[in-house]
DNA sequence: CCCACGTGTTTACGACGTAAACACAGCTCC
DNA sequence: GGAGCTGTGTTTACGTCGTAAACACGTGGG
């Protein structure tokens, strides 16, 4: 167990979007909102307070502003749901480090590709859900990649790189259920604020007598407990990325 | 491409629960509802017009009774959907093609699991990501194996067939992120009916010139849209299977 | 017979999403 | 400068939601 070996993906936005006037502009004349401004406030208030406890009034309030002003920026809640899932994805273009091409070999591309999207989950972790349980534009359209322009760039990336259409669409379908799996078990394992109210500690350990009929799990109780979603991920990523490699060997064979 | 390969966890109930009465009993005195109809139409409500279209009033317009009468059964909506999860869940106990216990190996249970589950997801494709992302009890029940019995079910048969208790976990933890990944893009991209309204058509092809800036997704359409679900499914847990088969043979010298 | 209990009903309240009408700023064009 | 237009936030209003509380009523045990 090599125990704290600092996670690479913590928190510390490397490009986020999610920075936002919390209330009102303390200064001066209150600009005109725009649709930036509701999608970023809508983001941290969700990352703050959990997807239930957004209200359309809530946030107008949150942004100095009446529930009813917010609908000159969004068609409805869903269409701003669906905003700040695409803000959020966005994010993405915003960190160095991640390409939209290879410029080290496809292994590198889905290896910074996948970091990036892990770092958005864990900063958005009450977001992530609904990157991942949203219906996507077109069914081939794979959460959490929900945009063209990042499956083109990942279709690019493969067959520029030797693998057949085939094995391309293949891989993609083999990483972006990775990707969802590992990452939502590891944002619904953080304490998520799913409804207004907080769990009282923080982990609270089960009441005694609870897990009678469990041996196994009583006795592996602390193993399970153990946080190894970022050595898991990167291991299940490793894991991954050596089967396409199989992959692109039998698809250069073939 | 093996074309047609009939996909054995389609949806023809092994074991279901969600077998209930419609509207109202057509026949005689109405018996007094009780908790498991309740959740049972709740299910099948769900599956026919999605989470969004749940409220307490429909659903006791849909048993024959006023919305107040579900209280006396579950204590809130919340409550509600948390028993429709664990009635969904518990089906894997009706289903006579998993066992509790290793009958022919863990392969074998793991198989049997998997299918298991997926045969619940396709089954209600609509409840599945309630499954995913409702918060779980503890953050060492993940899902979708969500109940406590299981866990001590898989924990049990692995480290009965020479896991280590370390192994055995990191079996636990990489299997919950296949099931959960794999599934819930399969059940998103089946045409779900997320709000009430249904889609035209059953797959709208992309309207032409949306796909212009996108070469290889508008050449490889076809190949993305086929469903491949079953086979990759079958794929990615055998490839699962042999990297937990590594984990043993290390686990064991070590 | 009656009464307590369990179940469904009625009524009521505050919050929600959102349509529609309104008020008012700043702009352009004369 | 004034007239109108356009784009933004506000007010009001409606129907629906979840749910608390009081109520009605059938049934079974004393």
Chains 1, 2 share one sequence.
């Not at 409804?195 to 009929?213: C, K, M, R, T, V």
Request: glycine share 10%; hydrophobic share 40%; aromatic share 6%.
């Amino acid at each position: 167990m090599v125990d704290d070996a600092q996670d690479p993906d913590t928190p510390e936005a490397r490009g986020g979007a999610a920075a936002t006037i919390p209330t009102a502009p303390p200064g001066a004349g209150r600009r005109p909102l725009d649709r930036r401004q509701v999608l970023g406030a809508a983001i941290s208030f969700i990352d703050e307070h959990g997807i239930d406890a957004l209200t359309m009034r809530r946030l107008g309030g949150h942004l100095g502003v009446e529930g009813m002003a917010l609908y000159r920026h969004v068609r409805s809640r869903e269409g701003l749901l669906d905003g700040v899932v695409e803000t959020v994805v966005d994010e993405l273009y915003g960190d160095p480090d991640v390409f939209l091409e290879p410029r080290h070999g496809w292994q590198d591309y889905l290896q910074r590709l996948a970091h990036g999207v892990r770092r958005i989950a864990l900063a958005h972790p009450a977001v992530f859900p609904l990157v991942a349980t949203r219906p996507p534009a077109a069914p081939w359209v794979r959460p959490p990649l929900r945009s063209l322009r990042w499956v083109e760039s990942f279709l690019d990336a493969l067959t520029g790189s030797g693998f057949s259409d085939e094995a391309a669409v293949a891989a993609y379908r083999a990483y972006t259920g990775f990707l969802l799996g590992h990452l939502l078990l590891e944002v619904s394992a953080r304490g998520v604020p799913i409804s207004s109210h907080d769990e009282e500690s923080d982990a609270a350990p089960p009441p005694p007598g609870a897990l009678d009929g469990y041996p196994h799990v009583r006795r592996l109780e602390p193993l399970l407990s153990e946080d190894e979603s970022a050595a898991e991920f990167e291991e299940a990523l490793e894991e991954l990325l050596e089967r396409l490699e199989r992959i692109l060997r039998e698809s250069r064979r073939g």
